[in-house]
Protein backbone atom coordinates (compact mmCIF):
# COMPACT_ATOMS: atom_id res chain seq x y z
CA UNK A 1 0.00 0.00 0.00
CA UNK A 2 2.72 2.32 0.67
CA UNK A 3 4.29 1.60 -2.54
CA UNK A 4 1.47 2.78 -4.37
CA UNK A 5 1.36 5.96 -2.98
CA UNK A 6 4.73 6.71 -3.88
CA UNK A 7 4.16 5.66 -7.43
CA UNK A 8 2.95 9.38 -8.24
CA UNK A 9 5.85 10.58 -6.73
CA UNK A 10 8.44 8.44 -8.29
CA UNK A 11 6.80 9.13 -12.02
CA UNK A 12 7.35 12.56 -11.48
CA UNK A 13 10.80 12.74 -10.50
CA UNK A 14 11.15 11.09 -13.22
CA UNK A 15 9.68 12.89 -15.71
CA UNK A 16 11.76 15.83 -14.23
CA UNK A 17 14.86 14.16 -15.44
CA UNK A 18 13.81 13.24 -19.12
CA UNK A 19 15.06 15.42 -21.56
CA UNK A 20 12.92 18.03 -22.92
CA UNK A 21 11.64 17.86 -26.41
CA UNK A 22 12.68 21.09 -28.68
CA UNK A 23 9.76 23.21 -29.23
CA UNK A 24 9.63 23.01 -33.16
CA UNK A 25 11.38 19.41 -33.79
CA UNK A 26 10.26 19.57 -37.84
CA UNK A 27 11.72 23.01 -38.37
CA UNK A 28 15.54 22.97 -38.77
CA UNK A 29 17.12 26.49 -38.98
CA UNK A 30 17.63 27.74 -42.65
CA UNK A 31 21.14 29.26 -43.78
CA UNK A 32 20.89 32.50 -45.14
CA UNK A 33 21.45 32.71 -48.70
CA UNK A 34 24.46 34.56 -48.56
CA UNK A 35 26.03 31.58 -46.48
CA UNK A 36 28.71 29.84 -48.03
CA UNK A 37 32.15 30.15 -50.02
CA UNK A 38 31.91 32.21 -53.17
CA UNK A 39 34.75 32.74 -55.92
CA UNK A 40 34.82 36.25 -57.66
CA UNK A 41 33.85 35.70 -61.56
CA UNK A 42 33.81 38.89 -62.60
CA UNK A 43 34.56 42.80 -60.58
CA UNK A 44 33.99 46.14 -62.43
CA UNK A 45 34.70 49.73 -60.81
CA UNK A 46 32.69 52.67 -62.34
CA UNK A 47 34.51 55.96 -61.03
CA UNK A 48 33.02 59.38 -62.74
CA UNK A 49 30.77 56.92 -65.63
CA UNK A 50 34.56 55.42 -66.29
CA UNK A 51 34.17 51.77 -66.47
CA UNK A 52 37.16 49.44 -65.39
CA UNK A 53 37.16 46.24 -65.51
CA UNK A 54 39.13 44.97 -62.68
CA UNK A 55 38.77 41.04 -62.50
CA UNK A 56 39.39 38.26 -63.51
CA UNK A 57 42.88 39.32 -63.39
CA UNK A 58 45.19 36.29 -65.26
CA UNK A 59 47.00 34.56 -62.52
CA UNK A 60 44.78 35.34 -59.78
CA UNK A 61 41.77 34.08 -57.81
CA UNK A 62 39.54 35.55 -54.99
CA UNK A 63 36.92 33.91 -52.86
CA UNK A 64 34.53 35.29 -50.37
CA UNK A 65 33.59 33.39 -47.12
CA UNK A 66 30.38 34.58 -45.54
CA UNK A 67 28.82 32.55 -42.38
CA UNK A 68 26.05 33.41 -40.50
CA UNK A 69 27.44 36.83 -38.94
CA UNK A 70 30.97 37.61 -40.56
CA UNK A 71 32.62 37.29 -43.88
CA UNK A 72 36.07 37.02 -45.33
CA UNK A 73 37.58 37.34 -48.62
CA UNK A 74 41.09 36.29 -49.69
CA UNK A 75 42.54 36.94 -53.12
CA UNK A 76 45.90 35.99 -54.39
CA UNK A 77 48.39 35.16 -57.25
CA UNK A 78 48.60 31.92 -58.60
CA UNK A 79 52.20 31.79 -58.85
CA UNK A 80 52.50 31.37 -54.85
CA UNK A 81 53.95 34.90 -54.43
CA UNK A 82 56.61 34.32 -57.13
CA UNK A 83 57.49 36.79 -59.70
CA UNK A 84 57.16 40.34 -60.86
CA UNK A 85 52.68 39.72 -60.74
CA UNK A 86 52.69 38.73 -56.98
CA UNK A 87 49.80 39.97 -54.51
CA UNK A 88 47.92 39.09 -51.54
CA UNK A 89 44.77 40.72 -50.17
CA UNK A 90 42.81 39.77 -47.15
CA UNK A 91 40.17 41.54 -45.46
CA UNK A 92 36.89 40.49 -43.09
CA UNK A 93 34.49 42.05 -40.99
CA UNK A 94 30.87 41.15 -39.82
CA UNK A 95 27.85 41.72 -41.97
CA UNK A 96 24.25 42.90 -42.50
CA UNK A 97 21.79 41.22 -44.85
CA UNK A 98 18.12 41.45 -45.07
CA UNK A 99 16.53 41.53 -48.09
CA UNK A 100 18.34 42.64 -50.69
CA UNK A 101 20.77 45.00 -48.27
CA UNK A 102 24.16 43.91 -47.51
CA UNK A 103 26.35 45.98 -45.37
CA UNK A 104 30.00 44.99 -44.63
CA UNK A 105 31.70 46.66 -41.55
CA UNK A 106 35.14 46.18 -42.19
CA UNK A 107 37.57 45.44 -39.59
CA UNK A 108 40.05 43.67 -40.93
CA UNK A 109 42.22 44.44 -44.15
CA UNK A 110 45.83 44.56 -45.18
CA UNK A 111 44.93 48.36 -46.12
CA UNK A 112 45.03 49.25 -42.94
CA UNK A 113 43.24 52.62 -43.88
CA UNK A 114 39.58 50.84 -44.69
CA UNK A 115 39.42 49.48 -41.35
CA UNK A 116 36.48 50.30 -39.29
CA UNK A 117 34.23 51.55 -42.40
CA UNK A 118 31.10 50.52 -43.09
CA UNK A 119 29.94 49.66 -46.87
CA UNK A 120 26.36 49.29 -48.21
CA UNK A 121 25.87 47.09 -51.17
CA UNK A 122 22.77 45.33 -52.97
CA UNK A 123 22.85 41.71 -53.84
CA UNK A 124 20.71 39.56 -55.82
CA UNK A 125 20.35 35.89 -56.33
CA UNK A 126 20.29 33.62 -59.09
CA UNK A 127 20.85 30.11 -58.62
CA UNK A 128 24.46 29.80 -57.74
CA UNK A 129 25.02 33.15 -58.83
CA UNK A 130 25.54 36.30 -56.60
CA UNK A 131 25.65 39.85 -57.65
CA UNK A 132 26.97 43.18 -55.00
CA UNK A 133 26.30 46.17 -56.23
CA UNK A 134 27.57 48.72 -53.81
CA UNK A 135 29.56 52.42 -53.46
CA UNK A 136 33.01 52.51 -51.28
CA UNK A 137 32.92 56.35 -50.49
CA UNK A 138 35.79 56.94 -48.06
CA UNK A 139 37.10 60.92 -48.98
CA UNK A 140 40.04 61.18 -46.64
CA UNK A 141 41.50 58.50 -49.49
CA UNK A 142 39.65 60.60 -52.14
CA UNK A 143 38.17 57.16 -52.93
CA UNK A 144 34.63 57.35 -54.31
CA UNK A 145 33.24 54.40 -56.88
CA UNK A 146 30.93 52.33 -57.14
CA UNK A 147 32.01 48.33 -57.70
CA UNK A 148 30.25 45.50 -58.83
CA UNK A 149 31.17 42.54 -58.11
CA UNK A 150 29.63 38.86 -59.40
CA UNK A 151 30.41 35.23 -57.79
CA UNK A 152 29.52 32.14 -57.97
CA UNK A 153 28.71 29.76 -55.07
CA UNK A 154 31.44 26.98 -54.38
CA UNK A 155 29.97 23.39 -53.49
Known amino acids: MKLLRLL ?13 MPATPDTPPTASPMEGTWKLVSAVTVTKGDTVKDYPVPNQEMIKVLNATHFAFMRHDLSKGKGKDATYTAG ?40 QKGIEKIDSLNINHEIIETYVKQK
Request: hydrophobic letters at 40%; one cysteine or more; charged letters at 25%.
Open 92 to 131: GGTYDFKGDKYTEHLAYLNAREWEGRSFDFTVQFKHDTLV
Open 8 to 20: PLAAIAFAACSPK
